[in-house]
């Protein structure tokens, strides 16, 4: 081949090449187009459309699609810096936190948690399906994050180290599932455990166990079944009493419960130092009578004199409003409700046990002076109502009639509201859920009606009282729970 011929060759080749670029760029642009086009179409057109469809839909509709779009996109999860894998996290008391929509904040541990909080107490059953009912009816309707369970020891543990978990089985397991709180209440030993001056009033006279570490291994026993499941635990109830604290030649004896509580204290916290330990509530008695029942005040002094507040992160409490508001802070100056009361206990004999705020008050301010900052654990408060029961209540029993169905719920939220401003409660159980419902409030026509049901927030044939929507209306689950 000679130079001239290679010299042709070499330029026709180069514009074959540029002719070949160029049809390719046309070919790539026009499928860049037609790409764009087809995407524009599938996104801007079908967005269109569907805002347009939002426009007009319900709010309903619209969260459940803004709900779809974030799941479809989740934000990265990091851990907490400065925690331990095998501890929750705690939430500042400072950082902004959006408002809780689904349940109790699991991340907080019971123990930091000092915020008010509202629970109820509920009655077992031993069938998982009735007692399915009243989680729903805690978790779902009343929208609450606790429960109150009472354990009755002698029923429980018969004989010494063998415990009857059928009931706590369902109750643990059921709650635990729905997200809801614990708090145990434990009472009543059992005849084998009792000072043995004390046993032929077991059942009658209740009281403690002669040997705090019978106590102790029930307890570890508990908890150690249930580990996690249980976030308070209240030791003992309403101590004041005779028929609660029988004990033989002894009877009420102050140093022998802070003996009981340190012991139940040190066993709870050496198991899960989370588990808020709460006092056994006192009766407000309205004085002292003899060695059946001593004033709550006094015994409350002999109580902290006795060191009672270094073994607890809680302080019990008890107040059942009878016919009087909460309102009612002068005990001394109740006022007269219209029409006049037929029970005329709160006027003819003035106590501060008759007011719902005087007694709290006097129990945080004996708190205070002993230069403690422990706040209260109410452990059963409400008001009872006769409005849509038939019969009558048992002889001491007939502030019921005072009180209609619509006094009960105002009472109630007016001393939830009091409660979670004052600042001095940390804990508080409505009593009660379902006696109406599940224990029968007669068993013959002419029987009294039980004294459990006239506080029952589910009265006969499963009606709810109107009571039962104001703590609905509230929505405890819904609220932020943040650490203190």
């Not at 907490?80 to 008391?93: F, G, Q, Y």
């Not at 729905?178 to 009472?187: D, E, F, R």
């Not at 809680?314 to 005990?331: K, R, T």
């Not at 009639?401 to 105002?410: G, S």
Request: proline share 8%; aromatic share 10%.
């Amino acid at each position: 081949m000679t130079s001239t011929t290679m010299k042709i060759a070499v330029p026709r080749h180069r514009q074959r090449v540029r002719y070949f670029a160029m049809m390719w760029a046309g070919i790539t642009l026009l499928f860049g187009a037609g790409t764009f086009i087809s995407v524009y179409a599938a996104t801007g057109i079908a967005a269109n459309k569907q805002n347009a469809a939002l426009k007009n839909a319900p709010p309903a509709q619209v969260d459940q699609f803004a709900a779809a779009q974030i799941t479809a996109t989740p934000f990265p999860t990091f851990p907490p810096e400065n925690t331990s894998p095998t501890e929750p996290p705690i939430v500042a008391t400072d950082a902004p936190v959006a408002p809780a929509v689904t349940g109790p904040t699991a991340t907080i541990p019971p123990i930091k948690d000092t915020a008010f909080d509202l629970g109820i107490a509920v009655q077992k059953n031993v069938d998982p399906s009735v007692y399915q009912i009243w989680v729903n009816e805690v978790a779902d309707n009343l929208k609450l994050n606790w429960v109150k369970s009472q354990v009755v020891w002698r029923d429980t543990e018969k004989v010494k180290g063998q415990i009857d978990f059928a009931e706590l089985d369902v109750s643990m397991g059921q709650l635990s599932a729905a997200n809801v709180k614990v708090m145990l209440s434990i009472t009543k030993a059992p005849d084998w455990a009792r000072d043995s001056g004390a046993r032929i009033a077991a059942g009658t006279h209740d009281g403690p166990p002669a040997n705090p570490q019978d106590l102790v291994d029930f307890i570890t026993a508990v908890l150690n079944r249930y580990p996690g499941k249980i976030h308070a635990i209240e030791v003992w109830n309403e101590i004041n009493l005779d028929r609660e604290w029988s004990t033989g030649p002894q009877r009420l004896d102050p140093r022998r419960y802070v003996d009981l509580l340190q012991a139940a204290y040190n066993a709870i916290k050496a198991i899960d130092p989370n588990i808020v330990v709460i006092t056994a509530a006192l009766a407000p008695t309205g004085g002292t009578t003899a060695n059946e029942a001593q004033d709550d005040f006094s015994y409350m002094d002999q109580l902290i004199a006795a060191g009672m507040l270094q073994y607890a992160d809680c302080v019990g409490a008890h107040h059942n409003g009878l016919n009087v508001p909460p309102d009612a802070a002068d005990w001394r100056n109740i006022p007269e409700r219209n029409p006049r009361a037929r029970y005329r206990g709160p006027w003819s004999n003035p106590h501060h046990s008759w007011s719902f705020r005087a007694t709290l008050q006097g129990y945080a301010d004996r708190i205070q002076r002993a230069n403690s900052a422990l706040k209260l654990c109410v452990t059963e408060f409400g008001w009872p109502s006769m409005e849509d029961l038939s019969g009558t209540p048992r002889q001491g029993f007939e502030f019921a009639f005072d009180n209609t169905l619509e006094d009960q719920a105002n009472f109630t939220d007016s001393a939830i509201t009091w409660m979670q401003q004052s600042g001095l409660v940390r804990l508080a159980f409505l009593w009660n859920l379902n006696y109406g419902a599940q224990a029968g409030w007669k068993v013959a026509p002419d029987d009294p009606v039980s004294d459990n049901v006239l506080w029952s927030i589910i009265g006969p044939n499963w009606a709810k009282r109107p009571v039962a929507q104001r703590i609905a209306d509230r929505n405890f689950r819904g609220q932020a729970r943040l650490a203190q």
